[in-house]
T-cell receptor
């Protein structure tokens, strides 16, 4: 089965800085990888999808990279704002379904 | 309208009770999902319906019984649950069940089993 690792420790950064979150996986390289945002007591909200043959994907202040050699995806939020504070989950697609990571909590301080 | 609604928001039930969770979407999506999420853990897939037929059952105990009455509705019937079943139950839908289809999640039902 797929194992996904996201840093369980919260990431604390200052407003305006770039936040970088990591998603590492073992075993099978997924054809697709997604990033979601989840606020407390709420369902995840889709942010970005990246394919295995794409190195980088951008959307406004968000950037995702996908390195199948390192078995890693990085998620960047530039010019971070307190409203970006949330838990960010990565999800990998293998065997006809998505496997989610536990997420990393991001705290952006004003 | 990109909303998935779930009712109830909170549910407290005893181990002998029978209850149901309800999920609804009006986006014309043909795939619907149930996930279970415990605190600080990832959402775990339970069931997938595709075109109103059960497509995936992740070896979920029979005390959880899904039902898809039509393309907009998804129910999860609960019976004889255990305290360890207490969790946030999330419903999601997507256009189809392709890897490139975005899953839209509902707000979840917070279930407590006493």
């Amino acid at each position: 089965s797929q194992k996904i690792e996201q840093n369980s420790e919260a990431l604390n950064i200052q407003e305006g800085k770039t936040a970088t979150l990591t998603c590492n996986y073992t075993n099978y390289s997924p054809a697709y990888l997604q990033w979601y945002r989840q606020d407390p007591g709420r369902g995840p909200v889709f942010l970005l999808l990246i394919r295995e043959n794409e190195k980088e994907k951008r959307k406004e202040r968000l950037k995702v990279t996908f390195d199948t050699t390192l078995k890693q995806s990085l998620f960047h939020i530039t010019a971070s704002q307190p409203a970006d504070s949330a838990t960010y989950l990565c999800a990998l697609y293998n065997f006809n379904k998505f496997y989610f990571g536990s997420g990393t909590k991001l705290n952006v301080k004003p | 309208d990109t909303e998935v609604t779930q009712t109830p928001k909170h549910l407290v039930m005893g181990m002998t009770n029978k209850k149901s969770l309800k999920c609804e979407q009006h986006m014309g999506h043909r795939a619907m999902y149930w996930y279970k999420q415990k605190a600080k853990k990832p959402p775990e897939l339970m069931f997938v319906y595709s075109y109103e037929k059960l497509s995936i059952n992740e070896s979920v105990p029979s005390r959880f019984s899904p039902e898809c009455p039509n393309s907009s509705l998804l129910n999860l019937h609960l019976h004889a649950l255990q305290p360890e079943d207490s969790a946030l139950y999330l419903c999601a839908s997507s256009q189809d069940k392709l890897a490139t289809d975005t899953q839209y999640f509902g707000p979840g039902t917070r279930l407590t089993v006493l």
